[in-house]
């Protein structure tokens, strides 16, 4: 059987069903345009006693092409010893939607936006997340600014935090600007037509540069799994293309490390408590070292980030097909991040994978609740005023935000397997190349490598192991239940 016809699959419903079957309320509660009408009737940003005015700075935003919601906007500037000092303005959300109102209520509840490849699910109104709190381009907008210095060795130090007026110049998105930083394309238009930004883009990706490296130096984790996206046509998805990480992706991951760390060290200074990002020492390292002795490395008996990351670099160099499984196998055998209280003068847990000690998500309080929570932190301790949270609350809000995270990373793997069955549909009979992933009782498990599909192979898989590599042939497709059916 050989189909060439599209198949009529509504995947914006598929993906409404699912955030419902999850638990989230992906339509906005009465009460919601009330509040936005009275926010939108004062567009110009809030008067902020005594802050800064940092709008005549060359601030920039790098994000992905299709982003909406920006969080951060960045700038540098060269130290006379050597150091650069690094600047993150991230949008203060909380300047417009107040603590207990119908909107933070809600996102309290939702906890993240929801990024389904076919529509976004956004925590806050877009109006606000795309609109009056986003650091959208020539707009004026209030924020809380995060300032650091990079020595040589990559090391982060005379981290502050305060708030600042700020103006972002240049919206700018990971593709050109990271094709252009490593030499593989031309510079993005408006790079282009100013020598002052891509000298302040360079600068910046000196200091990430430098980050990167000692934060490896460190036992941070080269981790790299298989990130797709899909391409649409007249509002139909007709192909899947896979994201591809860069220098300015690494830019942008890099200050944000720096960032977070930043706030949670000020907390911790302060004796304030507040909720942490957290990723534990692996439970099951015993199943990390039985994979790497398979794999001809030996890694100590007791959790090694460094060791776990030189056995990792090794690996990608020897075996960059693979790298990509072996990545997401560690990643499981980690476990999943969560979220967490810490108290003033309790040790945290620390971020296993970032070798990080202190790390508290606070950049992004357009698409994540936790960053909101530290953002009324930061400004309370700021302003000298009481808490907003007590810690009963933030131990509350940390719960909330571990599991709606994870019903979020459910939808989206859902969503990604019904947008591949929706995609590969028009391709059956056709045969691609493809590896084995996984082999167990249920049955043979492979990815095609153009597109980047996770299948079952349904006919022919006897003998098969993984990291065998086969031509595969598509039989069936069914997009309601994510299911993609290959033969040898």
């Known amino acids: 059987m050989h189909s060439s016809q599209p198949l009529h699959f509504n995947l914006v419903a598929a993906a409404h069903a699912s955030m419902l079957e999850h638990g989230f309320q992906p339509d906005f509660p009465a009460g919601t345009d009330s509040q936005l009408a009275a926010i939108q009737a004062h567009p110009e940003p809030p008067a902020v006693p005594g802050i800064q005015d940092l709008r005549g700075l060359l601030w920039s935003s790098i994000d992905n092409d299709t982003s909406k919601d920006l969080d951060q906007i960045e700038w540098a500037e060269p130290l006379p010893d050597g150091r650069i000092r690094v600047l993150i303005a991230v949008a203060d959300v909380d300047a417009r939607v107040s603590l207990g109102t119908v909107i933070d209520s809600h996102a309290r509840g939702e906890t993240t936006s929801v990024y389904t490849g076919v529509k976004v699910f956004p925590m806050l109104p877009a109006e606000l997340s795309e609109g009056i709190t986003s650091l959208n381009e020539n707009e004026d907008r209030v924020a809380l600014v995060v300032e650091f210095a990079v020595d040589q ?9 305060y708030r600042a007026l700020v103006r972002n110049r240049a919206q700018l998105a990971y593709n050109g600007v990271g094709a252009w930083l490593e030499g593989s394309g031309p510079p993005p238009a408006k790079v282009a037509a100013s020598a002052d930004l891509a000298a302040q883009l360079k600068l910046q990706d000196a200091a990430a540069q430098r980050m990167v490296g000692g934060r490896f130096q460190h036992g941070a984790l080269d981790l790299e799994t298989i990130e797709t996206t899909p391409v649409t046509l007249a509002g139909e998805v007709v192909d899947i293309t ?8 690494s830019l942008i991951e890099e200050f944000m490390v720096a960032a977070n760390g930043v706030i949670a060290r000020t907390f911790e200074q302060a004796g304030v408590a507040s909720i942490r990002r957290i990723v534990r020492t692996p439970k099951r390292w015993d199943r990390i070292v039985e994979v790497a002795a398979g794999l001809g490395t030996t890694l100590p008996a007791q959790p090694d980030s460094k060791a776990l990351n030189d056995f990792l670099l090794a690996q990608k ?5 693979h790298f990509p499984d072996l990545s997401l196998t560690v990643i499981k055998l980690m476990g999943p991040g969560e979220y967490v209280l810490v108290k003033p003068n309790e040790p945290s847990p620390g971020h296993f994978g970032l070798a990080v000690q202190d790390y508290t998500h606070s950049t992004a309080p357009n698409r994540r609740f936790p ?27 940390a719960v909330r935000c571990t599991l709606m995270e994870d019903a979020a990373r459910k939808v989206e793997r859902e969503m990604q397997k019904r947008i591949a069955a929706v995609v590969l549909h028009p391709r059956i009979g056709q045969s691609f190349p493809a590896i084995v992933t996984g082999v167990n009782k249920y049955g043979t498990f492979v990815r095609t490598l153009d597109p980047h599909v996770d299948g079952m192979l349904v006919q022919g898989g006897k003998g098969l192991d993984v990291g065998d590599k086969v031509t595969v042939k598509l039989i069936s497709t069914d997009p309601q239940r994510g299911f993609i059916d290959f033969a040898a």
């Open 153 to 161: 060795a990559g090391t982060a130090s005379d981290g502050k935090a």
């Open 317 to 321: 160099q020897k075996d960059p097909d």
């Open 371 to 397: 960053d909101m929570v530290a953002e009324r932190l930061l400004k309370a301790w700021l302003a000298k005023a009481p808490q907003p949270y007590s810690e009963g609350d933030l131990n509350a809000i």
């Open 242 to 249: 896979r994201l591809q990480k860069n220098r300015a992706t």
